[in-house]
């Protein structure tokens, strides 16, 4: 029986309650005699962890001869340094690797192992040798032990190297791991695979990897991405769950050596996206994962990215859907960063926004990286020789908010939840995009649901977005959802089929009769609640909406508008007509309500408040979003985010009924940790936030 348990990230150990913030210091990399200047300084910040990689090539004199107590060098002091954060009162993750990357020579593994990929058996039989003589240094260290080590990393953002090893590997003409994994994925029967790939292989020697990495880069052109045609969907859905599988099963590997050698605490593992590096599998293998998140400025930068905010979030999101007892926690959080030429300049405040951003949206634990400088990492607020810089006062404050916050303590209060499925995302992304944005447009707050993960969605409405298929298992847990009470929007996608193309069929959805292209304005009803669209789609003047013959439920109707003008002609309607756009029906316990229109924050307020699931709260200002968390002891933290470059004034709305509040609450800054003023308190339900540039405001409410 574990001595240990990890909730919410907050770690635990007898009575010992360990918030998982943390950062990250690379002892050889630093001066020995510098080390305990440093480590004061860690701890002065207010923090109590600290987190280092072990560079395997480093400590190797030769194979099989290892310094690990500084014979050679003092840098190579590991068991030195481990005890010294041990008398400053400071605790340890150790991510011994083997594979470290950290910009340092063949990722931290000797020349002659970086030859072979992570799975053959030469890299292991090395590897393996490296994971024994350093667990000797570090296993009677544990916290289990007495010690101050809580954590291991198993590797380091693994991910099979298809681009240098893929014919080693069997990605193509050769034998190797994926031709050995597809052949257990369709139990040796080639017929399987053929009727799934649409082939007509005589063996699965003729298998290849089809797989392109559509939504790492969303920088490049549509017609980049290679994203395939029907016919190629399942080889491609295949291949991306041999990535996925790839990487857990490095992590389940190294993670099996560490407890061979004696490791008693939690093993972790790590990855730069939940969509590739599938963690629900790491979930099956390791006991805790973790994302690494690196936003430029604001998330912005000098040159803004459109979706950069979106790839980071949806990195969050990604990861909180799939994280075990709500671990949402980033392994590597940016601090410093690459030298200042490549990276920029980043303000000191660029850090407190990403931090309390991304806590706004559920991240409850963090590894700052780099925390002390290194390689001219100019962004570190501790440099080589202990001493700080603009940089550290800021990260001092974000600790104190944390701690005033206890980010492990609270839970988001979701307003929808948001479909996310992984095979969509990089064969078929639908109208992902579109639902992601919608929501985010009309500031409602949302998780989001993986229907190939066992963990069920976190609210009661979910909209469907992506593309028109589901294998028939998610499709089965999404119809067990709706029918069991949970409310399904869906927009101008649905689940029509399984991936074998069969129809699905327990939902009670149907494909509209036709589509009509429609200027605006136009108006929209659902029951006795109206929607209005003033500017979208082309010109912002003209959209297409789904014509329906009739409704299988109640009918959710678009009316005309002869304010709207057809551009060459200049003429109107000839008369205000209505026609269904849509309809609404009963699913079991549930509800379905399919609207033949791209998604819109202006229809989705009209359907969230049809069904009596109006937001937590809402902000009036573009550019400003909100999310509110109830705290274990019963008051609520609200978070108010100004994503512009403008100082604002924001009103902010509370649902009252919904948040259980009489009015006559108290408000706390939690940033600053003083009350907040009578004129800006909560009055009828409403605050007043006073925001920065790029700023967000953390209120106590109660």
């Known amino acids: ?69 500084g014979e050679t060098s003092p840098q190579r002091d590991l068991k030195g340094f481990v005890e010294l954060l041990r008398d400053e009162g400071l605790w340890l993750i150790i ?124 920088e490049l052109r549509m017609a980049d991405r290679l994203l395939p045609g029907e016919a190629y969907h399942a080889r491609y859905a295949d291949t991306h769950a041999f990535i996925g599988w790839y990487a857990a099963r490095i992590v389940e590997t190294v993670a099996g050596w560490l407890r061979e050698a004696g490791v008693e605490v939690p093993v972790y593992a790590n990855g730069w996206s939940p969509l590739f590096q599938d963690f629900n599998r790491f979930m099956e293998v390791a006991d805790l994962a973790g994302t690494d998140i690196y936003p430029p400025a604001f998330f912005e930068g000098d040159r803004p990215v459109r979706d950069n ?54 991240l409850k634990g963090w590894n ?73 447009a009309g500031d409602i707050a949302f998780h ?33 959802w709706v029918e069991g009470g949970g409310t399904l929007i869906c927009f101008n996608r649905f689940p029509e089929r399984d991936e074998n193309g069969a129809c699905l069929e327990r939902l009670p959805l149907r494909a509209p009769d036709g589509a009509r292209p429609t200027g605006l304005p136009v108006s929209i009803r659902y029951g006795d609640g109206r929607a209005r669209i003033v500017r979208a789609g082309h010109q912002d003047r003209k959209v297409n909406f789904c014509y329906f013959h009739e409704a299988p439920g109640e009918p959710v109707r678009l009316a005309l508008s002869t304010e709207a003008r057809e551009e060459l002609v200049d003429v109107g309607a000839a008369a205000e007509r209505s026609f269904i756009m849509g309809y609404a029906v009963s699913a079991g316990r549930g509800r ?47 978070f108010v985010i100004n994503r512009t470059a403008q100082p604002r004034r924001a009103a902010v709305a509370l649902n009252g009924a919904r948040l259980g509040l009489n009015g006559r609450e108290a408000v706390t800054d939690l940033v600053t940790g003083e009350a907040v003023a009578a004129a800006d308190g909560l009055r009828a339900g409403r605050l007043i936030v006073p925001l920065d540039a790029h700023g967000v405001a953390v209120r106590r409410i109660g």
């Open 448 to 480: 989001y649901y993986d229907p190939q993960s066992a963990n069920p969605p976190a609210a009661g409405v979910m909209v469907y977005a992506g593309g028109d298929w589901l294998d028939r298992a998610s499709a089965g847990r999404l119809a067990d």
């Open 309 to 362: 905010w979106f790839y980071n979030i949806d990195i969050l999101k990604l990861q909180e859907a799939e994280a075990g007892r709500g671990n949402v926690w980033c392994a590597e959080f940016q601090c410093g960063i690459y030298p200042i030429r490549i990276a920029g300049y980043l303000p000191p405040g660029h850090f407190e926004y990403v931090a309390l951003s991304l806590m706004a949206r559920g």
């Open 592 to 638: 379905v309500v399919h609207l033949g229109c791209n998604p819109s924050a202006e229809v989705l307020d009209l359907v969230l408040e049809r069904e009596g699931k109006t937001p937590h709260v809402r902000a009036a200002d573009d550019g400003v979003l909100t999310t509110v968390h109830r705290h274990r002891d019963g008051h609520l933290v609200l």
């Open 95 to 218: 991510r011994p690797g083997p594979y470290i990357y950290s910009e340092w020579p063949f990722g931290g593994v000797p020349e002659r192992a970086a030859r072979h990929h992570r799975l053959a058996p030469e890299f292991l039989e090395m590897a393996r040798d490296y994971i024994a003589h350093v667990c000797e240094v570090l296993v009677p260290y544990q916290v289990t032990r007495g010690g101050n080590i809580l954590l291991f990393q198993a590797d380091n953002e693994p991910y099979p190297p298809l681009d240098s090893f893929g014919t080693e590997m069997g990605g193509f003409e050769a034998p190797g791991v994926f031709k050995d994994w597809l052949k257990e994925r369709y139990g040796g029967e080639i017929g399987r695979l053929n009727r799934a790939w649409r082939t007509d292989y005589a063996d699965f020697g003729r298998a290849c990897v089809h797989f392109h990495e559509a939504y790492v880069n969303t």
């Open 368 to 440: 700052w990286y780099m925390l002390v400088n290194r390689d001219n990492w100019y962004n570190c607020p501790i440099n080589e020789w202990g001493r700080t810089n603009e940089y550290y006062p800021e990260h001092e404050r974000i600790v104190a908010t944390a701690r005033r916050v206890e980010p492990w303590h609270t839970r988001e209060l979701a307003d929808a939840a948001l479909l996310c499925y992984k095979p969509h995302r990089v064969i078929q992304p639908g109208n992902f995009e579109a639902a992601y944005r919608a929501l985010e």
């Open 1 to 69: 029986m574990a001595s240990w348990r990890i909730q919410n990230c907050l770690y635990r150990h007898g009575d010992k309650e360990i918030p998982l913030i943390s950062g990250e210091f690379h002892y050889w990399r630093v001066l020995r005699e510098n080390w305990l200047p440093i480590a004061r300084r860690i701890k002065a910040m207010g923090l109590e962890v600290v987190a280092s990689y072990i560079p395997w090539n480093y400590h190797e004199l030769e194979p099989g001869r290892y310094d690990f107590t």
